[in-house]
């Protein structure tokens, strides 16, 4: 059965967040309010097979910085993972962002997401100076507020 690749509407909020924590193993589901697909639909996708979701992208293109867009979340169900679907997803949004002017790419991960890390390094992504190293990576103290470290990822597009 064919995926099918599209934007992200207000009608997915639902089933995507009913996901979420189940996907990552931890409750992130607070990090993804419905406003981004409220207000970031146009540069988020959905991936879907026989109407049941695969994987999915929240990203953006920034506001304060015109030359850069931002990927805040991606997904895929653990069932289809290793398949190629998040960088399918990845690649489509560099594209589209590169076609509106954005030369860099930039996104967040926990030190301790240590799948979400070696994604990152395998999509092209540098790990940008922090003020710490943990187990080799580079990390950003407090970065998200008191002890929430972040590792911190840019890409040129
Ligand atoms: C991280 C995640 C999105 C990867 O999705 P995926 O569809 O399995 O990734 P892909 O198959 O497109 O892999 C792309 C590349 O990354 C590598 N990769 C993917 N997951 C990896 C892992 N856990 N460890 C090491 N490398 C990994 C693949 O080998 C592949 O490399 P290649 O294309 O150079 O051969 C998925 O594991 C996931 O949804 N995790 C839970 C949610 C999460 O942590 N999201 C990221 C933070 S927002």
Do not use: K
């Not at 049941?52 to 653990?78: D, K, N, W």
């Not at 080799?136 to 040129?156: E, K, L, M, N, P």
């Amino acid at each position: 059965m064919e995926q099918t690749f599209r934007n992200a509407s207000t009608r997915d909020y639902a089933r995507v967040s009913a996901v979420v924590n189940d996907w990552w193993g931890w409750d992130a589901v607070s990090m993804l309010p419905r406003l981004f697909f409220e207000h970031f639909a146009d540069t988020s996708f959905v991936v879907e097979q026989a109407g049941t979701l695969q994987a999915f992208l929240i990203g953006f293109r920034s506001q304060s910085r015109p030359l850069e867009a931002y990927i805040h979340f991606v997904g895929v169900a653990p069932e289809a993972r290793q398949h190629g679907l998040a960088r399918a997803l990845y690649e489509r949004f560099f594209a589209d962002s590169h076609a509106a002017g954005c030369r860099r790419v930039g996104c967040v991960t926990g030190p301790g997401n240590r799948a979400s890390v070696a994604f990152h390094r395998r999509m092209g992504f540098e790990i940008t100076t922090g003020d710490q190293i943990i187990d080799g990576i580079a990390v950003h103290s407090g970065y998200d507020g008191a002890g929430r470290d972040r590792v911190v990822f840019q890409r040129a597009i």
